[in-house]
């Protein structure tokens, strides 16, 4: 159904990807100049070469997660380019191609990282992402990463969703709110392949407080502003 349901609605998200009907300015700076822009960055050709390296690494383990797509990993890139978050929760990795992307944004933010149960061998992430290693604060579990991330939480925050678990979804549910609340951001990923995932993103799209949520029914990204109307948009980038 999900499947059906993009093709459904394929010209109206390209019309709004386009910035057609959309009326407010930050929507359309976002839409336009963020999630949809098409020119070069300076760390794109790192990225690309980061991604190569762990698809080879990854190849050889077994049941690995999906690796991102590089086009999604700009994306992430440009995000916490034009938000430039201080502190970042991370939950489920990407063989740390996600996590790089990220932090070649800013040379201040800090990851903390919950990898997840049934995360790839460490050996991929840490060969991927050694030269953050002083930015990266893995944890254990996710109640710990959460913890820690609440603990150090400054006034704006970012929080990424790359995998979740069933019995993770409540205590996720209730921290990414809780950003919401405090004008975060919040980014979950992989939203065409997870039920569980897209479980959290109807439920934090229905309950945030205000703010602005945009989607391509794979990854959904709502801002906690709290300037910011609650306003949906589905979109194609």
């Not at 995000?79 to 996600?98: E, K, N, R, Y």
């Not at 800013?106 to 790839?120: C, D, Q, R, V």
């Not at 309950?207 to 029914?217: A, L, V």
Request: aromatic letters at 12%; glycine letters at 4%; hydrophobic letters at 35%.
């Amino acid at each position: 159904m999900n499947r059906i349901k993009r093709y459904y609605t394929a010209f109206r998200r390209y019309n709004r990807s386009k910035g057609y009907g959309v009326h407010s300015p930050f929507a359309y700076n976002f839409i336009r100049n963020v999630l949809r822009e098409k020119y070069p960055y300076y760390a794109y050709s790192e990225l690309k070469e980061q991604r190569k390296r762990a698809k080879v690494l990854s190849a050889k383990k077994s049941g690995q997660q999906r690796l991102i797509s590089y086009s999604s990993a700009k994306m992430l890139f440009r995000i916490a380019c034009h938000f430039c978050p201080d502190l970042i929760l991370q939950i489920g990795t990407t063989h740390g191609v996600a996590s790089s992307a990220l932090l070649k944004a800013t040379n201040s933010a800090k990851i903390i990282l919950f990898p997840g149960e049934n995360n790839h061998e460490d050996v991929v992430y840490h060969e991927i992402t050694q030269q953050y290693t002083d930015h990266i604060l893995p944890k254990q579990s996710l109640s710990e990463a959460i913890k820690c991330y609440l603990s150090e939480q400054k006034k704006f925050g970012l929080i990424l969703i790359n995998h979740l678990e069933p019995k993770e979804l409540n205590d996720t549910l209730q921290v990414a709110l809780q950003a919401l609340q405090e004008e975060g951001l919040v980014i979950i990923r992989n939203l065409s392949t997870s039920p569980i995932a897209r479980q959290l993103w109807k439920t934090c799209c229905a309950e945030k407080p205000w703010g602005m949520s945009f989607t391509n029914y794979q990854t959904g990204i709502i801002v906690g502003y709290k300037h910011l109307p609650k306003q949906h948009f589905n979109l194609w980038f």
